[in-house]
């Protein structure tokens, strides 16, 4: 079934992976896998839990969507002697001057499969064009599969992608920017949660180059955020470049533990191609105004029509740390200021009459497609329940 979303005509959506069941909900994506044309590869992943994927399912299409493959399970968890090893996938993404399609993915091992001890287990691995698993390690003789980036020790703390739109770019001299996160140590050498959160993070920017068919990576310093004014740090960061050749950082943050504070999106500007960063500060309309949104992941979306957009919540009250994670919105970035243009706000879905005021609108992830233009958006309507998770994977429409 395929419906308007009132009251914007432009959008419509569809489900494209219904929930097996009460008990499972289902996250679904798909990604292009070359450079031109309209092969694209989906998974299909099923939680029954916070922040633990079940089980996963990829399919091939080569007719941009119409069609698809059986489906091809992907183990995502495996017991090992140290515990239970868990991978969480993420992007795919096509490197637009060499063509390869890269396939990036969290992996660790978690000694009781509890989810929060990946705060201390997470890395980050990539395949390319298929082939191969590669650990994100910084090159250098003092770095290794255990000390993979400066500052981060396996089993004391972890970086990772937050979720899958947090995707690379790649910039005009070649090099590919990856945005990630990283669990800080503290001056007693254990994790650093200044306000005592769920959790607590830092983001920065890991650079990759081309040697061969793999990837040499080095790691710009963190981007920090003041624990007085977010109180879980930076988190799930989108990248983009701006019309003066600026690099915009666009970042969630937190209000949990301290809902008195404004609930923001917040935002940091390179000007040397990501290797320093300005201070986050909270990310306005054009006018100057601040938006409250919850935190919750977001996506700046580069479009063939030349325009920058940006994907995400946008609450009408102050949230509550995670929620209400709807409405969602798309808007255009304005490509000078770096700031958001209200005006363009198209409001792609809500909570409808009746439904949980516990609807998450669940890990958006959005591509132009390339044979309609419009863009393509994928997100799952979930409902956390006492009784058991239940949701369905749906695919947007929107003309712009």
């Given amino acids: 079934m395929v419906f308007l979303v009132p009251p914007h005509e432009r959008v419509s959506r569809e489900v494209f992976f219904r929930s ?52 091809t399970e992907k183990k995502t968890g495996e017991k090992r002697p140290e515990g239970m090893l868990r991978r969480h996938l993420r992007a795919g993404y096509v490197d637009p001057q060499t063509g390869r399609f890269i396939q990036l993915w969290d992996e660790g091992i978690l000694p009781t499969d509890d989810p929060i001890e990946g ?122 470049t701006l019309a003066d050749g600026r690099l915009i950082l666009v970042m969630r943050g937190s209000n949990a533990k301290k809902t008195t504070l404004p609930g923001y999106r917040w935002v940091s500007y390179s000007s040397d191609g990501g290797w320093h960063w300005t201070t986050p500060k909270p990310w306005t309309y054009t006018h100057g105004d601040p938006f409250y949104s919850p935190s919750s992941c977001s996506q700046l979306l580069r479009h063939s029509n030349g325009k920058l957009f940006w994907l995400g919540n946008i609450s009408p009250t102050n949230p509550q740390g995670n929620r209400p994670r709807y409405p969602f919105f798309v808007g255009e970035v304005d490509q000078d200021s770096g700031l958001l243009i209200r005006e363009s706000l198209i409001k792609v879905d809500d909570r409808q009459p009746g439904e949980s005021d516990i609807l998450t609108l669940s890990s958006p992830y959005a591509r132009e497609d390339r044979e309609t233009k419009q863009i393509a958006l994928h997100m799952s309507r979930l409902f956390a329940l006492p009784d058991g998770w239940v949701g369905d994977a749906f695919l947007y429409r929107i003309d712009v």
């Fill in 119 to 240: 705060m201390r287990q997470w890395n980050i691995y990539y395949s390319v064009d298929g082939k191969g698993s590669y650990q994100i390690i910084q090159h250098g003789k003092e770095f290794n599969a255990r000390h993979p980036l400066p500052g981060i020790y396996t089993g004391k703390n972890c970086v990772m992608l937050g979720d899958v739109p947090c995707l690379p770019i790649t910039l005009k001299d070649g090099s590919i920017l990856l945005p990630v996160e990283t669990t800080p140590l503290g001056p007693d050498g254990n994790l650093y949660n200044p306000t005592g959160g769920y959790t607590y993070t830092d983001v920065a920017v890991v650079h990759g180059r081309w040697k061969g068919e793999h990837l040499e990576w080095k790691m710009a310093d963190p981007i920090k955020g003041d624990p007085e004014r977010c109180t879980r740090g930076m988190d799930e960061a989108t990248i983009e």
């Fill in 20 to 71: 097996p069941g009460k008990g499972t909900a289902v996250l679904g994506y798909a990604f292009y896998t070359q450079a031109t044309g309209s092969a694209l590869v989906s998974i299909e992943e099923r939680w029954s839990r916070s922040d633990t994927i079940d089980v996963a399912y990829f399919r091939t299409s080569q007719d941009n969507g119409r069609t698809w493959s059986a489906p």
